[in-house]
C-alpha cells in the first residue's frame, strides 16, 4: 500500500544509541534537525518501543554490545538499523586484533552504512529516509539478517 | 443531535489542537521540521507497527481505557454528574497504568509509579473541587452548572477551582511544570504523554484515549466561563494551545518535583478556594 508507506515516511522516530567515542556523530545528528533542510518529520525518540530506526554511533564494546542488542529486540517491527560513522562502520582507528571491539554490522542486520568521521548532516538524514523506503520493500516482517541495499 | 455533534466535535478537537501547533511551529524559523500533519501521520503509522515483546494485557488495557474515555465523553456531552465523569476518567486512568504495570518491565513499572502519584493528585484536586463546585452552585451535575455559569460566570466564585482544574488539564498533557515524564525522554509532542510500555497499536490507542480525555477536561472547564458554550470550549481550547507553547519556554523538571508542584498547585488552590466559600 503505497500511501501508507508514505504515511510512514512523514514519522520517523529515531533512537540514537552512543556505544562508545567521542560522541560527534550523534552531535551532527541533532545538528543535522535542527538545519533547515528539506527532510522534515524525522525526530528523536528516548524509548525503543516507540522507535522505527536505530542510529548506532562509536565503537561497540562487549557491554555496549549487549545493551544494543536489547534496544534492537524491543523495537517494534518495520525497523531500520543504520551504522553512523567510521567507528560504528569499521572499528576505523581503534579496531585492532584481539581489541574487543564490534561494528554493527557483526551484531545486527544493518539497513545503512554512513562513513566518515564526522558523517555530514544531511547525509545522516538522507539515510534515515533511504532505509526507511528500503525496509519497507524487504523482508522487515522476520528481520532475516541484513536487508539488500 | 446537538450532544452527538459536541461529541464528535470534542474529539476532533483535540488533534486540531495539536495540528495547529505544528501548523503554528512550522512557520515559526529555526523550529520544528515536522510535518503539519505529523501526530495523524504518526498514529496511522503505529497501527501499522507490529510489536512480538508486548504481552496480552497492554492491547486488553489500551482498548479498555479508550472505552472508558468515550464514555466519560459522552457523560461530560450529557451533562451527567461531575463526580460521575471523574470516576470514569480514574477507571481509564488505572487501566492505563495496570497495562503498564503488566508488562513486567523496568520502565513500565517506572512509569506505573509516576502514574499512580499523578493519579492521586488529580482525583484528590478533583474532589475537592467537586465539593466547592457543590457549595457555589448547589449541583454537581455538569449541564446545570453550564447554564448557571453561563448567567453568573461561575470562574467569579471558584477562580482557585478553575485553576486547579486547568492544572490537571495540564498534568494530563505532561506540559510546562506539570509533567511527570512519563514516557522518558520522549521529545515528540504526540509522545510525552504516553507510557513507555506500549508500542504498536496499543500505543495508537492509547494516544486516541489520551485525546478524548483532554477533551473532556476542556469541556469540563468550558463550564465555568461566563460565555455560551460553543465559545467558551473554543476559549479554554485557546489556553491549552498557548500553554503548548509556553511549555517550549519552560525547562524540564524532575518528576518528584513535578508531583510536589502539582500537589501545591492543583491541590493546594482546590483547597483555598473550599475553604474560602465554606467560612465567607
Known amino acids: 500500500m503505497n500511501w501508507l508507506n508514505r504515511i510512514r515516511m512523514r514519522s520517523i522516530s529515531v533512537f540514537i544509541v552512543q556505544a562508545g567515542g567521542c560522541r560527534d556523530c550523534a552531535l551532527q545528528f541533532l545538528m543535522a534537525l535542527s538545519e533547515n533542510n ?42 531500520a538499523v543504520i551504522a553512523v560513522g567510521a567507528c560504528a562502520c569499521s572499528g576505523s582507528l581503534f579496531r585492532r586484533e584481539n581489541s574487543g571491539l564490534y561494528t554493527v554490522e557483526e551484531i545486527l542486520p544493518v539497513n545503512s552504512w554512513i562513513r566518515g568521521c564526522a558523517p555530514g548532516t544531511t547525509e545522516i538524514l538522507e539515510a534515515i529516509v533511504r532505509a526507511m523506503e528500503n525496509v519497507k520493500e524487504n523482508h522487515y516482517r522476520n528481520d532475516e539478517g541484513r536487508n539488500d541495499l | 443531535m446537538l450532544k452527538i455533534i459536541w461529541f464528535f466535535a470534542i474529539i476532533l478537537s483535540v488533534p486540531v489542537l495539536y495540528i ?61 454528574n461531575f463526580l460521575f465523569v471523574i470516576s470514569v476518567l480514574s477507571m ?44 457555589a452552585t448547589g449541583t454537581l451535575k455538569l449541564n446545570e452548572i453550564a447554564y448557571l455559569s453561563e448567567n453568573n460566570g461561575l470562574i467569579i466564585s471558584l477562580p482557585f477551582t478553575f485553576i486547579s482544574l486547568f492544572i490537571i488539564l495540564l498534568m494530563k498533557g505532561n506540559l510546562l511544570y506539570f509533567n511527570f515524564g512519563i514516557s522518558g525522554e520522549e521529545l515528540t509532542i504526540l509522545g510525552e504523554a504516553l507510557y513507555t510500555p506500549y508500542s504498536g497499536w496499543s500505543l495508537a490507542v492509547v494516544q486516541i484515549a489520551q485525546w478524548i480525555e483532554i477533551g473532556v477536561w476542556l469541556k469540563i472547564l468550558s463550564s465555568f466561563l461566563p460565555l455560551p458554550n460553543p465559545v467558551s470550549f473554543i476559549i479554554v481550547s485557546l489556553l491549552f494551545l498557548s500553554s503548548l507553547f509556553l511549555d517550549l519556554f519552560v525547562s524540564k523538571v524532575e518528576w518528584k518535583k513535578a508531583a510536589r508542584f502539582s500537589w501545591g498547585w492543583a491541590g493546594g488552590m482546590s483547597i483555598i478556594n473550599f475553604i474560602y466559600l465554606f467560612y465567607y
Open chain 1, 38 to 79: 528539506e527532510i522534515k518529520g524525522i525526530t528523536v525518540t528516548g524509548n525503543p518501543k516507540h522507535a522505527d530506526c536505530l542510529l548506532v554511533c562509536g565503537c561497540i564494546n562487549e557491554k555496549s554490545k549487549e545493551k544494543i542488542t536489547e534496544i534492537y529486540e524491543k523495537m517494534p517491527a518495520p525497523k
Open chain 2, 20 to 80: 495547529a501547533y505544528n501548523l503554528i511551529m512550522a512557520i515559526m524559523p529555526g523550529q520544528s521540521k515536522t510535518y503539519i500533519l505529523q501526530p495523524v501521520f504518526r498514529l496511522i503509522k503505529l497501527f501499522e507497527k507490529k510489536d512480538e515483546g508486548t504481552n496480552f494485557f497492554a492491547y486488553f488495557f489500551s482498548v479498555g481505557s479508550c472505552l472508558f474515555s468515550l464514555i466519560a465523553l459522552y457523560m461530560a456531552v450529557a451533562g451527567f
Open chain 2, 92 to 135: 481509564m486512568d488505572l487501566l492505563v497504568i495496570t497495562g503498564a504495570f503488566s508488562s513486567g518491565e523496568f520502565s513500565g513499572k517506572m512509569s506505573a509509579k509516576r502514574g499512580i502519584s499523578r493519579f492521586i493528585i488529580w482525583l484528590f484536586t478533583s474532589i475537592v473541587s467537586a465539593a466547592a463546585i457543590y457549595k
